[in-house]
């Protein structure tokens, strides 16, 4: 079961999430041979391009550490400001780990591991 965690993101700067995986005893799970990767949408059904697209970093694998990034041009691409009420904008990601498996032909392993709404709170300096 995937962790909710929404996070807010301001736009044109650099944003980092760091995280750590914990097995269900609590004890770090172990990233080794594992990738991972995220991404932003506007929906939950929005299908083509996402919005963004996290660089994941497993940091230390023993000890389940991740940090997913995004560069300041990135969050500077993403439109914030829906409304006069509430500047900021809502969209959906979530944070998967997967495991290439040999050979190709088998399924790889993927796990949702965090999900949840990404705030864009707009720039006023530009």
Do not use: W
């Amino acid at each position: 079961m995937a962790g909710r965690y929404d996070i807010t993101i301001y736009q044109g700067s650099r944003f980092e999430l760091p995280f750590t995986i914990k097995n269900p005893n609590g004890t770090a799970f172990d990233l080794t041979g594992y990738l991972a990767r995220g991404q932003i949408r506007r929906h939950m059904r929005s299908t083509g391009t996402p919005t963004a697209t996290f660089t994941c970093t497993i940091v230390t694998p023993a000890t389940g550490e991740i940090i997913a990034a995004l560069t300041p041009t990135q969050t500077g691409g993403i439109t914030a400001g829906d409304t006069a009420t509430d500047p900021r904008s809502k969209y959906v990601y979530d944070i998967e780990i997967y495991k290439p498996v040999t050979p190709p032909a088998l399924e790889t392993i993927v796990r949702r591991i965090l999900e949840g709404y990404a705030y864009i709170d707009p720039e006023v300096t530009r």
